[in-house]
Structure formats: structure tokens, C-alpha cells
């Protein structure tokens, strides 16, 4: 009796073991998405399942980066994205430079003539002991993760000097991840001229299960057309509580609501998705109520898909892959 109980007491450690590691083996191979409340701007870390990470833009100030980032248990940044040099998307990033070990550091070639610290963080970046700066072009497969797709859908990859806020959001880098089924889009902050781009050059390509809306829920983002392409289930808005632009627009809600898309936006926090493993399912956004509330907006100027053109898009990289599909 004593033999069967200490085997049987062997047996069950080594049970719970197994199942202890096949869970913890389960977690690692989940692809979870954090949209941080950074307040009105923009700030996406990303964990790959192959245990990579990746931080896409640190918001308007240090602070609500740097702080999710130490509670995480962060400690390196593999891949850091800035997505182009507007002060919402950049200031955040000078404080994890200064933080965090950085080992690669993506950028356009976008150039804010009005601007003095998106060159600052790129000096910042320069400086980064081992870190590698890329400037990635619209088409590029990124390396991150062998089981993730990493898809380059714009990016102004040739230098381009603005002070045109429309233009560099534009070149804004947008990428699309693609693991166990599911797509998850994230679009900068590029408007309707670069959605009409994007669709022309990729089709099918763009169809993804979420979708981080474009330039905080601008009215001139997320047209009807675009949407029926990406055909979204979620669709996630960074904004600030009461911020001056009115950001998100009445207009991309109810746009997005026609499309059929679940809408969640950090005004109430940090938002959260899991893509699991494959045969584990694939789950919608796990932390977070659906938004409800309706805006009150003044009414919007004319506004016609006519108006956006690859020729004002700032990109050249993606008006040459157009030029190319259109032939």
C-alpha cells in the first residue's frame, strides 16, 4: 500500500507537471494584443507567440507607456514601430528608449517639417546600443515570427518632407498579422485616400477579423468601401476622453456599425484581444465593454471618395505598386 501510494503520489506530480507545462506551452502560443489608454494618441504592444514582442507607436507622454509596459514585466522591446512622426504616436517612445532595451526600431521616411522631437527619437534610436533601425516598404514580409504573418501594407519607404498633416498621416506604416486564422489590421493614422491605395494593391489581403481604426475614429477614415473589403468583427478606436478633435466621428461609428463590426475604444481603458493557438479557437476581444455611447458632432464638410487620390496618398512606394496592379 505504502509502494502504490508514493507511485500514485509520483504520478500525480508528474501529471500536474505536464498538464502545468502544456498550459503555460498553450499561453506562449496565443498572439495577445494590448491597446493602451495612453490617453489621445496611440500606443499598441504586441506579444507573439514565439515570444517576441512588439510596441507600435507610445502615445502623446511617457507616463501611461512606461507604466503598463513595468507592470507587464517588460524589460526589452524587439520590435518597436513608429508609425509616422506625429506627437501623439512619438513623444511616448522617447521614455521607453530610455527605459527599455530596444533591439530593432522601424520608421518611414516621413519627414514633419513643423517638427523638432520625431527627429530627437530617431537620434534616440540611432544611439540605441545593438538596436537596428529598418525602413520597411509596402509588400515587405517582416521576419518576427516563423507561425505570424507580418504584412507591410504602406509605408512612405522614399523619403518625403510635409508640413501637410494629411500627408504624413498618410505614410503612416500599416500593418497586417495574420496567425491561426485571424487578421489583425492596424492602420496608423492613414486616411481615406490611403484606404483606396491599399485596396486597389492588396484585395483579399486586407480581410482581417480586427481592426485598429485608422486616425482615432476620423470621420475621413474607415469608408463604407474599405470596411466591406476588411470585413471586420471588432473594430478598436484609441481617443481620449473629450478630446478636441471629436475624435471618434459620429460618422466612422455608424460606419462601422453598418459593417457589422463590434466597437471597443480605450476612453474606458486599456483594451486586450487573444488570437489562440491553433485548434484552441479563435475568441473575440477579451477584456472590455462594446461602446454604446452616441456623439454629438457638428456637421461634417463634404467629403467624396473623388477627392482622395494615390497622387496626394505621400506614399510613392504603394502609388508604384498601384501604377504596377493597374497594368
Keep these: 500500500m505504502i509502494i502504490r501510494h508514493g507511485f500514485s503520489s509520483r504520478l500525480h506530480l508528474a501529471l500536474s507537471a505536464f498538464f502545468l507545462l502544456a498550459s503555460a506551452t498553450a499561453a506562449c502560443a496565443q ?60 513623444r511616448g517612445l522617447k521614455k521607453v528608449f530610455a527605459a527599455f532595451d530596444v533591439k530593432n526600431f522601424y520608421d518611414s521616411k516621413a519627414e514633419n517639417v513643423d517638427a523638432r522631437g520625431d527627429n530627437n527619437l530617431r537620434e534616440l534610436a540611432a544611439a540605441e546600443p545593438g538596436c537596428v533601425t529598418h525602413f520597411p516598404e509596402p509588400g515587405e514580409t517582416l521576419k518576427w515570427d516563423p507561425k505570424v504573418t507580418v504584412k507591410v501594407l504602406n509605408s512612405c519607404a522614399e523619403p518625403v518632407s510635409s508640413r501637410d498633416n494629411d500627408v504624413i498621416n498618410n505614410c503612416s506604416i500599416v500593418l497586417r498579422f495574420f496567425y491561426n486564422g485571424a487578421g489583425l489590421l492596424m492602420m496608423g493614422d492613414t486616411e481615406a485616400a490611403m484606404e483606396n491605395a491599399m485596396m486597389r494593391v492588396f484585395k483579399s489581403g486586407l480581410n482581417s477579423t480586427y481592426l485598429k481604426i485608422g486616425h482615432h475614429g476620423s470621420r475621413y477614415s474607415s469608408v463604407d468601401q474599405f470596411l466591406a473589403r476588411v470585413q471586420p468583427r471588432v473594430a478598436i478606436i484609441s481617443a481620449g476622453p473629450d478630446n478636441v478633435y471629436g475624435h471618434p466621428h ?78
Design 31 to 90: 498572439l495577445n494584443a494590448y491597446f493602451v489608454n495612453v490617453g489621445q494618441g496611440d500606443a499598441t504592444y504586441i506579444e507573439l507567440p514565439g515570444g517576441s514582442n512588439v510596441l507600435i507607436d507610445g502615445g502623446p507622454g511617457g507616463a501611461p507607456i512606461y507604466n503598463f509596459l513595468k507592470e507587464k514585466g517588460v524589460t526589452k522591446i524587439d520590435h518597436l514601430v513608429l508609425t509616422h512622426p506625429h506627437s501623439d504616436h512619438y
Design 250 to 327: 459620429k460618422e466612422a461609428l455608424d460606419r462601422l456599425r453598418a459593417a457589422g463590426a463590434q466597437i471597443y475604444t480605450t476612453l474606458g481603458g486599456t483594451q486586450s484581444l487573444t488570437i489562440n493557438a491553433p485548434n484552441r479557437g479563435v475568441p473575440l476581444l477579451v477584456n472590455g465593454q462594446p461602446y454604446f455611447e452616441e456623439i454629438s458632432v457638428a456637421a461634417p464638410p463634404k467629403f467624396s471618395m473623388e477627392d482622395w487620390t494615390l497622387e496626394n496618398s505621400g506614399s510613392a512606394a504603394l502609388r508604384q505598386l498601384g501604377e504596377a496592379a493597374a497594368k
